[in-house]
């Protein structure tokens, strides 16, 4: 069964179970919009977007950044978590304070308490730009969650199974959109179809999606 459009008056404050221990809370960052993106424009001049490598070789079509005390990175030798920005040679950038409200409150209400991000993946992408199917296990405790914040243009994530060919669904993440999953859901694929190009009003033609994670 198709899920119906929505309005986005009507969407916000809704929470969507993609699983026993994944949410969609809608809209749950629109109040912090306002403090999120300055924040974000500030972090890019000392760690820039770039196109990272995947060990198989492929220039990733999203390009990303980091803040906080881990970034992480991949290139022919593999997927980590570096301390520092391998363009810079720097510490990657201070997790802005609102980042790090923000995750832990989306965390509170959907039930993992006391949540201490000390990693944020920033992945920007423009028109056709796309995430694979793959499961997030680079992390030390995969018993902590995954909170992600999306921003600007709308995408399809992909939501599947703990194993690559098990059936995804298909569900849209609107700007100010925030996902929680962590628990029996930790492990599932997920991945970002093409982004389709319609300009976002605020965002224009780009997608930000930041994920905050316990990686050490
Ligand atoms: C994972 N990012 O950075 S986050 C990633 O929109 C990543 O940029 C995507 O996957 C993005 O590693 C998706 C949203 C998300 C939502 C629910 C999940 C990821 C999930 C449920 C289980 C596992
Ligand atoms: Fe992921």
Redesign the pocket.
């Known amino acids: 069964m198709k899920t119906p459009d929505l309005f986005e008056h009507e969407r916000i404050g809704q929470r969507e179970f ?2 026993p221990q ?1 949410v969609v809370l809608r809209g749950f960052a629109l109040p912090r919009v306002e403090a999120l993106l300055p924040a974000l424009a500030l972090l890019q001049t000392a760690s820039p977007f770039r196109h990272m490598v995947t060990p198989g070789g492929f220039t990733m079509s ?1 390009a990303l950044t980091n803040c906080g005390p881990l970034g992480w990175t991949t290139d022919r030798r593999g997927y980590r978590y570096s301390p520092l920005d391998p363009d810079t040679g720097q510490p990657w950038p201070a997790m802005p304070e609102v980042f790090a409200v923000l995750a832990r409150e989306a965390a509170a209400a959907a039930g993992f308490d006391d949540f201490q991000p000390d990693a944020c ?1 920033i ?1 920007r ?1 423009l028109p056709g730009a796309r ?1 694979s199917l ?3 296990r680079n992390e030390r405790d995969l018993g902590a969650p ?1 909170v ?1 914040v ?1 921003l600007g243009m709308t ?1 399809t ?1 992909l ?1 599947g199974g703990l194993a690559r060919a098990d059936k995804a669904i298909r569900i849209p ?1 609107y700007h100010g959109d925030v ?1 929680v ?1 962590g628990g029996v ?8 179809l093409p982004l389709k190009d319609d300009p976002h009003p605020v965002l224009g033609r780009q997608r930000i ?1 930041f ?1 905050l994670r316990k990686a050490g």
Not at 185 to 192: A, T
């Open positions: 993609l699983g994944a999203v993946l992945n992408y995430m793959h499961q997030d995954v992600s999306s995408a994530f939501f993440l996902v999953w859901d930790r492990l599932r694929f997920h991945g970002v999606n994920t």
